[in-house]
């Protein structure tokens, strides 16, 4: 059970003319099968540099992701991505896209009805079923954004990264796209990391908050285990007294990283607290 996905010592630098700059300083992560973790982190501290790596397109400097007892060194359909921005193909239908990938990992495993059905059942699982003939640019972006989450799940990968699936949509649409995640990762299992810089997204769906540093050299600033039962349900967790401790906790880490950006903590000074909290509090 634990140590299903292990991100060990991970380090990298980039190349630059400057020389190698080191994005990543010793991420360590174990994450257990099933688990649905979160990242989160001010803009530029090096999340989607960690989920690049684990999904085999950044080679680590130094350190080693290791799945499964395996080593992750290129991409593969065990860990499928779900990208901000759909990455659909605009020539093809919804049905086609997904059909795509499908072929991909099941061609000479599924006969051609066995794959038909599975697309038409990873289409019914986001609710795509009734436009699975459309083309990319005939439906809405949380539409997309849910063909892009079929196509993922349609590759049962072991793994499901999520680089701000849900950033760009409006909040009633990400408010039902989280509630299909939460659904699907229920019945099916995933082991999930998704990277968010929405709080209440990260509470409401994880089971592990990994609070990141800023960057360059970013490492795991806290890592937060959220305790809440499932099913969750968003609305009576809203006046739940856990729910907002934990929700207070990202808060007060990311308020913190915000106030003192990249200063390392032997040189900050108590000489400037966040300036708005002072004033809220002298009334
Ligand atoms: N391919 C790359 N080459 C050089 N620098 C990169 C590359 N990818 C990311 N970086 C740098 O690494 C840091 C982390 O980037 P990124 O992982 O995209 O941050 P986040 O997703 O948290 O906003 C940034 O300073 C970014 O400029
Ligand atoms: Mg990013």
């Not at 300083?25 to 099968?33: E, R, T």
């Not at 950044?58 to 991409?75: M, R, W």
């Not at 063909?147 to 990400?174: H, N, S, Y």
Request: hydrophobic residues 40%.
């Amino acid at each position: 059970m634990s140590n299903y996905l292990d991100i060990s010592q991970v380090s990298i630098d980039f190349p630059t003319k400057s020389g190698p700059f080191r994005a990543l300083d010793g991420i360590d992560l174990k994450i257990n099968k099933g688990e649905f973790i979160s990242l989160i982190g001010h803009s530029g501290c090096g999340k989607s540099t960690v989920l690049n790596i684990v999904a085999g397109l950044y080679q680590a400097t130094e350190g080693a992701v290791i799945l499964e007892s395996k080593e992750v060194n290129s991409p593969g359909p065990d860990r499928a991505v779900v990208f901000q921005n759909h990455s659909l193909f605009p020539w093809l239908t919804v049905y086609e896209n997904v059909e795509l990938a499908v072929k991909q990992v099941f061609k000479g495993h599924k006969s051609k009805a066995e794959m038909r059905e599975w697309i038409e059942h990873n289409l019914e699982l986001v609710h795509m079923t009734h436009a699975s003939h459309k083309l990319p640019a005939e439906i809405s972006g949380g539409m997309k954004q849910r063909v892009g989450i079929a196509r993922a799940l349609a590759m049962e990968p072991k793994v499901l990264l999520m680089d701000e699936p849900f950033g760009a949509l409006d909040a009633l649409t990400r408010a039902h796209l989280q509630d299909s995640l939460m659904e699907i990762q229920a019945e099916l299992n995933n082991t999930v990391i998704l990277i968010t810089h929405d709080v209440d997204e990260a509470v409401l769906l994880s089971d592990r908050i990994v609070m990141m540093s800023n960057g360059p050299a970013a490492k795991v600033g806290e890592v937060l285990n959220i305790d809440l039962p499932r099913p969750r349900d968003r609305l009576s967790l809203a006046d739940n007294k856990n729910y907002n401790h934990y929700r207070a906790e990202v808060l007060t880490f990311l308020h913190r990283k915000q106030a003192k950006p990249d200063v390392p903590a032997k040189k900050r000074d108590n000489k400037t607290p966040p300036q708005k909290l002072k004033r809220v509090v002298g009334g």
